[in-house]
């Protein structure tokens, strides 16, 4: 498994997500320029795993977000956290929608 | 043999057990259920709390300021810690605090001041540096990381897997083949500061319970003073 997630991103549409499995993992939301706004997970406590927090994000728009990628995941929480870390190496900080939410205490890959 | 608990090993057990119904475990029911850290605040709250009880940093010495609870208390305490969902991996979230790493209490002074007592009172953290790809339980032949003086320094490359906290730490004990000629006693072991140039931690290895995650650390030429050598 990469570090980076490198599944193909895809829109962020009510009718593309329903094709998402009920299942745990992670997923990364993009503005139209392409930037991730936004790294989640879909955890245990989600009725329908990765098909139901994506749908959230369809209904509120998350910071402008247009497309999405998901990988399905069982190691959701350690997986969330490398993404984090990994884009904080890359650009510096963590994605600004994550920004907003309380800090999850995270380490530093180099 | 008198087997029966004395009146206060039943009062300390009965105070942890009461503080793990009463805030550890109400918390979790708001929290991912593979979750392994309480937030700041109630990390911050709970734990003075343990302070003021007397029981926090159970495991240290008592010349270092550790309560002094003997064995059979202290497993008592250890079976009503772990009464929880994560309590089998994680008790009480880490609110008891910890005890530093073994190696630093051999440490001399100076590092006593600068990373034994600053990991006491929580303010610093350390990784424990000791198993590679090649093996973890035979350091005496798995161990392939090399540390080559060069002045008063020392070089070190190579690398470490299923490292526990090394992203978040502040420093760590690494263990390192100074004389390969010398099997065992030619293993050395350093402290490293997590900012020193050539220190990296390349990627988390995801493991069956998510969120005690491990990393996987890489030496490139990386240079530890002279002081930083445990002896």
């Keep these: 498994m990469q570090i980076r997630l490198t599944k193909p991103w895809r829109p962020l549409t009510a009718e593309e997500v329903r094709k998402l499995?009920?299942?745990?993992?992670?997923?990364?939301?993009?503005?139209?320029?392409?930037g991730v706004v936004y790294i989640g997970f879909a955890g245990a406590k989600e009725l329908f795993g990765l098909r139901s927090a994506l749908q959230r994000h369809v209904d509120t728009g998350t910071g402008g977000a247009v497309s999405f990628r998901v990988e399905v995941n069982m190691q959701y929480t350690s997986r969330f956290k490398e993404l984090l870390m990994s884009h904080r190496m890359d650009h510096g900080d963590i994605p600004a929608v994550n920004r907003t939410e309380p800090p999850v205490k995270i380490g530093r890959l180099s | 043999m008198d087997l029966e608990l004395s009146d206060e090993q039943n009062l300390i057990v009965d105070t942890?057990?009461?503080f793990v119904r009463n805030e550890?475990?109400?918390l979790e029911a708001?929290?991912?259920?593979d979750a392994s850290d309480l937030d700041e605040?109630?990390?911050?709250?709970?734990?003075?709390?343990?302070?003021k009880m007397g029981f926090f940093g159970l495991d240290i010495p008592p010349e270092y300021g550790g309560p002094d609870i003997d064995i059979v208390t202290r497993t008592l305490m250890a079976i009503e810690m772990a009464q929880h969902r994560a309590g089998l991996y994680n008790p009480c979230y880490g609110v008891f605090g910890g005890a530093g790493l073994a190696q630093l209490f051999e440490a001399n002074e100076d590092?006593?001041?600068?990373?034994?007592?600053p990991t006491l009172r929580g303010e610093?953290?350390?990784f424990f540096g000791l198993t590679e790809p090649s093996g973890g339980s035979d350091p005496a032949r798995a161990i392939q990381t090399t540390a080559v003086k060069d002045g008063d320094d020392w070089v070190l490359n190579g690398g470490k897997i299923f490292i526990s906290g090394a992203d978040r730490a502040d420093y760590g004990i690494v263990f390192a083949r100074t004389d390969a000629a010398k099997g065992r006693g030619g293993i050395t072991c350093f402290i490293i500061d997590a900012d020193m140039p050539g220190f990296h931690v390349r990627r988390i290895v995801h493991t069956l319970r998510s969120t005690s995650y491990a990393t996987?650390?890489?030496?490139?030429?990386?240079?530890?003073?002279p002081q930083e050598h445990p002896r």
Excluded: T, W
């Design chain 1, 21 to 34: 499995p009920g299942q745990l993992g992670v997923y990364e939301l993009a503005d139209a320029s392409g």
């Design chain 2, 24 to 26: 550890i475990v109400p």
């Design chain 2, 111 to 117: 590092q006593k001041q600068r990373y034994l007592f």
């Design chain 2, 41 to 51: 605040e109630n990390h911050e709250r709970l734990s003075s709390q343990v302070k």
């Design chain 2, 16 to 18: 942890v057990r009461k």
């Design chain 2, 216 to 225: 996987e650390l890489q030496f490139d030429n990386l240079r530890v003073p």
């Design chain 2, 124 to 126: 610093r953290h350390g």
């Design chain 2, 30 to 33: 708001d929290m991912d259920p």
